[in-house]
């Protein structure tokens, strides 16, 4: 369908508008070499998990295809090569450019080559000393075996000179215990990187050997594991299958530059990889230590403005954050405002509280100092009821989650893992309190994002906080589920995947279709990281033909191609990258007025997410919240800086301004909103404070005077 794009080619585009931020004139330069890393990043991950089980596919299920685009397995990794070769000269070119800008700021990347002489000295005396000894050069024919090449680590690869065949020199590049960027001047900003020092003086490492050739090479390798998860053995099998990952086949080799090609044959014969999977880049294969640059120079001109979550203006800090959630809904949206001044003072709160009887929980990713689990640990200390479901198959979290696991046992918390064969991915708390006279007062919260703090201060999310009863019921549905081993079917309020979120959304819809055929003004919207459940879709295209306006704000992978003729005229689709990961999840059905329904939860339009995971998505029925959320909507929309609008053949453009168009920034505008809230509060308490203190100088005037006209 002309309308429908491929999941990992949309994927890809996205992370092309990561590069842009890489070379957007309006970042400051330390922070566009920052989306260069997170670029890089992003693409190891690509590699790792989606090229991974593309490939496992095309092994195992050659003939099945993509349900949006109608490519095998084999198409769409040659698709995926063809568009990483086309993005590799963009990459190298932001990276070059911004270091180049850089130089005026005293930083400088140096290649071994270009040093001057006392600085190769300096070098040669630096590997003999720091370096050396600490590495081993493995030779490599075919009497000898291929040694294992640990995924995205750099090892230098020389091409020895043999009589017979070939032989390959392989030397561990391990910056383990060492700082990978060798200072050579300005405090660190003139630098040359230590894998390239080792390539240079890798025939020292083979002294009976001649050198023909070398390079740098990457491997990255298969991370496509799942398992089922039930039982009390199932923590094992997570901590055996998350070392085995280690060992999966490789999935890309990228080297540095132009390398013989008979050594580069005989190394992809050794890996089982093919040439099409090789990849060249002309610039360092691990960008990851471009972060660590941000700390060498504090120059205001190179950095974002500081921003710092702030405390939520609707929170009372002299009362009791539960008692106040008792008496209104409570939304709250990082990173603009604080998760510990909040969220994680409630927990602390309820591990203190006596009248507390139990918290229950899903925990997906957390913090590596995470005070909710202290918190949730002191709970269970304190003897209350804490069940904790934590989801070990959270991707390239299993290790962590496994150790917090056993931090939550040993502390007393009952610790349950997601159901078999779907990952939990909700953000849900419950908080049952024995209430004043009997009975029990219940606190719900339904979140977008996870619970982490470290995360919470650069991805946008919200979070629902509500002591509404039937949303309490539904939670603990969701908990005797999760507990249980079956899944919500039915509810009262909240939309509860796999089973009870898919069916209402779509009943939404199409309840704004009707709308829209009986000549009202149907209206959805959706802010989501991702589109491309096939259903959901088909609705979104069946609601356009019936004339719905549809507004989406899509982050990442979107497989919908808006303004399509016939199909899709009436869908448009932006995406925001910017300074903050944009993570939060709206979902909008109705123009306006009492009739509209907004929910906020964890779930993207994604087939994962909708009939493969345990989701919670729950309603904001406060007007007071709609209607910011609404307002929250309409920023996002007319934001003019961050904002990509999608066309009708699939490409990304900026956002225009008009000619007397102010700047929208959404990410800024709503710090600044936050900024000026806790601002008006401080002000408005300090008005009060002051005219508590002129009425009690005026009553204290009043008394004196009565006192002296008796005297």
């Known amino acids: 369908m002309e309308y429908l794009e491929n999941r990992e080619l949309s994927w890809l585009k996205f992370n092309k508008r990561v590069l842009e931020e890489a070379v957007c004139e309006q970042n400051p330069l330390l922070e566009r070499l920052s989306f260069s890393a997170i670029y890089q990043n992003n693409l190891d991950e690509f590699f790792m998990v989606r090229v991974g089980s593309l490939t496992d596919a095309a ?42 800008e850089l130089s005026e700021f005293g930083f400088e990347h140096v290649s071994v080559e270009n040093a001057a002489k006392d600085e190769l000295a300096f070098l040669e005396l630096y590997f003999k000393r720091e370096i050396k000894p600490f590495i081993s050069g493995i030779v490599v024919n075919d009497a000898l075996p291929f040694p294992f090449l640990k995924n995205k680590e750099i090892y230098a690869a020389v091409q020895l000179h043999a009589k017979k065949d070939v032989a390959i020199g392989i030397i561990p590049v391990n910056f383990e215990n060492r700082d990978r960027m060798i200072p050579l001047g300005n405090g660190g900003k003139r630098f040359v990187l230590e894998e390239e020092v080792v390539l240079h003086f890798a025939h020292l490492m083979f002294k009976n050997y001649k050198v023909i050739d070398r390079a740098l090479i990457r491997v990255t390798r298969n991370a496509d594991i799942m398992v089922s998860g039930k039982g009390a053995d199932f923590r094992d099998r997570m901590e055996e299958l998350v070392a085995n990952r280690k060992k999966l086949a490789p999935v890309r080799l990228e080297i540095s530059d132009d390398f013989s090609r008979d050594a580069l044959d005989y190394i992809c014969k050794k890996l089982k990889i093919k040439n099409s999977r090789v990849f060249t880049s002309r610039i360092p294969l691990d960008l990851s230590y471009l972060f660590a640059l941000q700390e060498l120079d504090e120059n205001p001109k190179l950095h974002y403005i500081q921003r710092s979550p702030q405390r939520p203006a609707s929170i009372s800090e002299s009362k009791s954050i539960f008692s106040q959630i008792k008496a209104k809904d409570m939304l709250l949206s990082y990173p603009f405002e604080s998760m510990s001044l909040s969220f994680v003072k409630l927990l602390q709160e309820a591990a203190d509280d006596p009248k507390v009887a139990s918290i229950k929980i899903t925990l997906y990713r957390l913090a590596r100092n995470s005070k909710i689990i202290a918190a ?152 989501i990281n991702s589109l491309c459940d096939k259903v959901i879709i088909e609705k979104l295209v069946e609601a356009s033909q019936a004339g719905v306006k549809i507004d989406l704000v899509v982050r990442g992978i979107c497989c919908i191609i808006p303004q399509v003729e016939g199909y899709t005229d009436n869908i448009t689709v932006r995406s925001i990258v910017g300074r903050f990961l944009e993570h939060s999840r709206i979902f909008i059905f109705g123009k306006d007025g009492k009739e509209q329904k907004i929910y906020i939860g964890s779930a993207d339009y994604m087939s994962r997410n909708t009939i493969r995971r345990v989701e919670v998505a729950a309603p904001v029925e406060d007007e007071k919240l709609k209607k910011r959320i609404r307002e929250m909507f309409s920023v996002l929309m007319h934001d003019n800086v961050k904002a990509r609008i999608m066309q009708n053949d699939g490409t990304y453009i900026r956002a225009e301004r008009s000619e007397n168009e102010e700047e929208l920034n959404s990410q800024e505008y709503f710090y600044e909103e936050a900024y000026k809230k806790l601002a008006d509060k401080k002000a408005r308490q300090e008005r009060m404070r002051v005219n508590r203190q002129k009425g009690a100088a005026k009553r204290n005037k009043k008394t004196s005077a009565k006192r002296k006209s008796k005297a």
């Open 376 to 527: 949730l640990c002191t709970a269970a200390e304190h003897g209350k009821d804490v069940l904790v479901m934590i989801e070990l198959r959270a991707r390239f979290d299993e290790a962590n989650n496994i150790e917090w696991s056993k931090v939550l046992q040993k502390s007393g918390v009952k610790v349950i893992y997601g159901p078999k064969d779907f990952k939990a991915h909700s953000k849900l708390l419950l908080i049952t309190r024995k209430a004043q006279g009997g009975g029990y007062d219940y606190v719900t919260q339904i979140g977008t994002g996870n619970y982490n703090e470290k995360t919470s201060a650069i991805y946008t999310d919200l979070m629902l906080l509500t002591s509404d009863r039937a949303i309490a019921e539904d939670a603990e549905a969701v908990f005797s589920g999760l507990l249980n081993g079956t899944f919500v079917e039915k509810t009262n309020k909240l939309l509860v995947s796999p089973l009870a979120l898919r069916p209402q959304i779509l009943a939404m819809m199409d309840e704004q279709i009707k709308i829209a055929q009986n000549g009202g003004n149907g209206y959805i919207a959706a802010k």
């Open 59 to 100: 092994k195992n299920d050659k003939k099945k295809k993509d349900s949006r685009t109608n490519m095998t397995p084999a198409q769409q990794l040659d698709s995926v090569f063809t568009a990483v070769r086309r993005l590799q000269p963009s990459v190298e070119d932001a990276y070059r450019k911004t270091m180049g």
